[in-house]
């Protein structure tokens, strides 16, 4: 799966480097003879869309190497350094191309159109369009970032390529130059492009929420199997596309046994690996009470003290230990409280008041997966 994976990225920006410097090379000699600088920097623009493609190609081998003492859990984080890179790469483009329009704003120069250069134009906002649709298609089903943003960058470019073909024209039919002007318009959407490629990327690198899917699914295919009555606590670590990583808490009768448990959680491992693909290191237990009822009353009193909380999301994990006189369970608030503390506070004090003689304990969990 990996392997193919792979190949396709490689073969896909194999074929954005080619389009991207060919037309780089027509646009450039089409700029140089008509001294336009918006078509001159077009071409800069491919260029980086190609060095772009080269470093998706380092990228993506990299992080394909095996895992080894030093990395046990691979490389794959290698591709979003990777996208790093390329927002850089990008960023320098449109940094650059804007110095350039702005001394031709101030030392302009008479553009010089043929039929010829215009077709050329007229021809590359048709390729730009064709291959920025293949390549983000390919980059969605592979899950490559950088390849989405080699796509995405691709249409931008062929929107940017119809507005130099409309200022030719408008040159050519009232004698206004807009030159200039448009190559430093172009460049502000180089440099957002690049700003926008380095946002998403270090928001990832930071580790961003699971997509809602995707634990749905998690948790839909653990509660799916027989003695799991709740999946909780679900945390997943990226560590490249397409290889998540984390542990879970399953609710469980409390007249299970340890036998029964082990093979519990063994078919959970594989049924959760087969469907998601998704590697649950830690599967930890929650008993579900199902003989002491005054357990089950004490748990419905406190889940009335919470239903004042709109802000309480969940309550998990619930025990009761009478002879001991130990009380625990946790709570989820969502990060849209104004303050999660205080709430947290709140709730513990009215908990140990209805219940003065236990231990209270309420774990303030987060609100990690959907």
Do not use: C
């Not at 230990?321 to 009380?327: F, N």
Request: hydrophobic share 45%; no cysteine; charged share 20%.
């Amino acid at each position: 799966m990996q392997e193919n994976r792979e190949k396709i990225i490689i073969r896909t920006s194999i074929i954005g480097i080619l389009v991207n410097v060919l037309l780089a090379g027509f646009k450039a000699f089409v700029g140089i003879l008509s001294h336009s600088v918006a078509v001159t920097m077009d071409a800069v623009n491919n260029l980086s869309d190609a060095m772009s493609s080269v470093i998706t190609i380092i990228g993506t081998k990299l992080a394909g190497r095996r895992p080894d003492k030093k990395h046990p859990l691979g490389y794959g984080r290698i591709e979003y350094l990777s996208a790093m890179i390329i927002a850089v790469i990008v960023l320098y483009a449109g940094i650059t191309s804007l110095i350039e329009s702005v001394k031709k704003i101030i030392n302009p120069s008479t553009p010089d159109y043929s039929t010829v250069s215009l077709l050329i134009i007229a021809v590359a906002v048709v390729v730009k369009i064709v291959l920025g649709q293949f390549v983000k298609k390919t980059g969605e089903k592979v899950n490559s970032g950088s390849l989405v943003a080699s796509g995405s960058d691709a249409l931008f470019d062929a929107v940017i390529s119809a507005t130099t073909l409309a200022a030719a024209i408008i040159y050519i039919a009232f004698h206004i130059s807009l030159e200039a002007w448009l190559g430093a318009v172009i460049s502000a959407f180089i440099v957002k492009s690049g700003l926008d490629i380095l946002r998403d990327t270090l928001s990832k690198i930071l580790g961003e929420r699971i997509e809602a899917a995707t634990a749905k699914a998690v948790k839909d295919t653990i509660t799916r199997l027989d003695g799991v009555y709740g999946a909780y606590d679900l945390v997943l670590s990226s560590y490249g596309p397409n290889q998540l990583i984390g542990s879970v808490h399953i609710q469980v009768p409390d007249t299970m046994t340890v036998r029964e448990l082990d093979h519990l959680e063994r078919r959970i491992f594989d049924a959760v690996w087969q469907e998601e693909h998704v590697l649950l290191t830690g599967i930890s237990v929650y008993s579900m009470n199902t003989q002491d009822h005054a357990s089950a009353e004490v748990e419905l009193s406190i889940r009335k003290i919470l239903d004042d909380y709109p802000e309480v999301l969940q309550l998990h994990g619930f025990f009761l230990d009478t002879a001991a006189k130990r009380l625990r369970f946790d709570i989820i608030i969502g990060f849209e409280a104004a303050d999660r503390e205080q709430i947290h506070a709140e709730i513990t004090e009215k908990v140990k008041a209805a219940y003065p003689d236990y231990d209270v304990h309420i774990q303030l969990d987060l609100d990690i997966s959907d």
